[in-house]
């Protein structure tokens, strides 16, 4: 199968996610708004505001602890056919429903990983601190940039790692979670020359989008807070005045402006992670999950990467406890 092939088959669990995403978005964004109206009731100097922000972390709460479960459940269904399709060249009719199936028979497992994509993270995170001293060296603005960049670089890639660390834990069906992410944490290190073509269909194909689509979002978000939300948009302006008790130093155009920008930043972000991010992971979770297979992960590749990120030697301690 080709990749658009096995990326139309998933496509449903993207819908399902963004679904999820509105859902808990629309939480927030109601919890917003009563905690600013809430506020505007208490007769204090930007209480508006402070109550808007109030509901804000209300609201990104809730978000955190029943939105990025259920995200993940879908994700771990979509992966799983992905994964499939990949390692069989065939996928089932009913793809939505295996999915989901195939997730049941490997909950306890998916549910493990949950909390070990932590542990896994803090291993890449450790290796990118090294990478970070390259900014440190530079120093100064331009020494923070640097730093800056290469920090994003490496949080995108840590997401698309956990994806693929996922995949191999539901292609080793044989063993136990923690076991099956350290395999694929290794296989990352082991073929790292392998997986970097990756990195130009990540960081293309999410800079096109962000241009083309993020551009979009921005102009309509603008001629919407400039139009028919102006009213909104002066409120929330002269709140934030009182707030701060003098003036903000930019007007209220520039702030329909930044309200606009981060909306749109939002907005792409879903829509990417919906739409862009499965596509792109059918082609790095194929050369990821084919670099694993022509391999065999033994004890040494373990401790070598635990030179590079002592904390990997907890996880490897995990999947050794569940043999």
């Excluded at 919890?31 to 506020?39: A, C, D, H, P, Q």
């Excluded at 990195?199 to 979002?217: D, H, K, W």
């Excluded at 001629?223 to 009182?242: D, H, I, Q, W």
Aim: proline share 1%.
């Amino acid at each position: 199968m080709t990749n658009f092939q096995i990326y139309k088959k998933v496509l449903s669990f993207s819908f399902l996610s963004l679904l999820i995403d509105l859902a808990m978005l629309a939480l927030v964004s109601a919890s917003t708004v009563i905690g600013f109206f809430i506020g505007q009731g208490v007769n204090a100097e930007g209480g508006g505001f402070v109550g808007a922000v109030f509901g804000l972390i209300v609201g990104a709460i809730l978000f955190g602890l029943a939105g990025n479960f259920a995200s993940f459940t879908v994700n771990a269904a979509q992966i799983a056919m992905i994964t499939e399709g990949v390692t069989t060249d065939k996928m089932p009719d009913h793809t939505f429903k295996s999915g989901f199936q195939a997730v049941k028979a490997r909950f306890g497992a998916i549910t493990a990983l949950f909390f070990i994509i932590r542990a896994i993270k803090s291993v890449f995170r450790q290796l990118g601190r090294g990478i970070n001293k390259i900014g440190t060296a530079v120093g100064g603005d331009v020494g923070n940039t640097v730093t800056s960049v290469i920090d994003g670089i490496i949080q995108t890639l840590i997401a698309y790692l956990c994806d693929c660390c996922l995949g191999w834990v539901l292609y080793r069906k044989d063993q136990n979670a923690a076991r099956s992410a350290c395999e694929g944490t290794v296989i990352f290190f082991k073929h790292g020359k392998t997986l970097l073509k990756n990195a130009g269909r990540i960081f293309g194909m999410g800079a096109l989008s962000f241009i083309l689509v993020g551009g979009a979002l921005f102009g309509g978000l603008f001629l919407l807070f400039n139009g028919p939300f102006n009213g909104a948009m002066v409120s929330l302006y002269t709140e934030l005045g009182k707030l701060v008790e003098g003036e903000l130093g930019f007007s209220v155009i520039v702030f329909v402006i930044m309200f606009s920008a981060i909306g749109a930043i939002v907005l792409w972000s879903i829509l990417h992670g919906v739409l862009g991010h499965p596509f792109i992971l059918v082609g790095v979770l194929r050369n990821y999950i084919q670099s694993g297979i022509g391999d065999t992960i033994k004890e040494s590749d373990f401790a070598d990467v635990e030179a590079k990120a002592p904390k990997f030697g907890k996880l490897v301690a995990k999947a050794n406890e569940g043999k």
